[in-house]
């Protein structure tokens, strides 16, 4: 039972354009998720998040939308660069019995933008 | 400063050994997990340890998994009489405290193939 899914395994985007992943989710009581980028060979690194309460939040050239309803969110790079070729992690947090909190991680879809 | 460090980095074993991985996570980071990536999957949460509380085994697949944490740093996952089933990328990451939507920090995984 996927409760975090990226339901594209892979995504190749021309450099300069945008990048769009996508992440849905199903239990409506994640109230906070991230984005993590994981290159070959090396852990996860966490790249952006977002809280429920928000529908957008940016960082430089990665923004993060969520759309509460549908229960989807997004990652967009813009303009995309060679070096964001990498494996991208949707993950949500939920509340957990004592007040702590358990993470949820999706599949991953993989970026290559092209040179 | 030094991130989270695994060891070995690589393990090939036999059907029916056992095995152990290291974890070092950030020093003063009370919040460590172990996570597992099978082929094709995403991030599947093992156990969590925070501070001196009892640690949370909730995700461990079954009875031949297990792991310490001692002196509230150092982690080692065991696997017992390893199946093919159990090979994998075993992630390991930090934070400073699981009682907050905190960023963790991941290790470069340790690659376990059960030959």
């Known amino acids: 039972d996927q409760q975090v899914k990226q339901n594209s395994p892979s995504l190749s985007v021309q450099e300069g354009r945008i990048s769009i992943l996508n992440c849905d989710y199903t239990?409506?009581?994640?109230?906070?998720f991230l984005w993590y980028k994981k290159y070959p060979a090396e852990g996860p690194t966490f790249l952006i998040s977002i809280s429920s309460i928000k529908d957008k939040n940016e960082d430089g050239r990665f923004t993060v939308f969520l759309n509460k309803s549908a229960k989807h969110l997004s990652l967009h790079i813009v303009p995309s660069q060679p070096g964001d070729s990498a494996v991208y992690f949707c993950?949500?947090?939920?509340?957990?019995?004592?007040?702590?909190?358990?993470?949820?991680f999706g599949t991953g879809t993989r970026l290559k933008v092209l040179a | 400063g030094a991130g989270v460090s695994q060891s070995p980095s690589n393990k090939v074993t036999e059907k029916g050994k056992d095995v152990e991985l290291r974890c070092d996570p950030i020093s003063g980071h009370t919040a460590l997990y172990w996570y597992r990536q099978s082929l094709g999957q995403g991030l599947e949460f093992l156990i969590y340890?925070?501070?001196?509380?009892?640690?949370?085994k909730s995700g461990l697949p079954s009875d031949r998994f297990s792991a310490e944490r001692t002196g509230g740093s150092v982690s080692t996952l065991t696997i017992q009489r390893t199946q093919q089933e159990d090979s994998a990328v075993y992630l390991c990451?930090?934070?400073?405290?699981?009682?907050?939507?905190?960023?963790?920090?991941f290790g470069p995984g340790t690659r376990l193939t059960v030959l």
């Open positions: 990451a930090s934070s400073w405290d699981r009682l907050e939507k905190d960023t963790q920090y």
């Open positions: 993950a949500a947090i939920t509340g957990g019995t004592s007040g702590t909190y358990k993470y949820i």
């Open positions: 239990n409506s009581m994640f109230d906070y």
């Open positions: 340890f925070q501070g001196n509380s009892a640690p949370d």
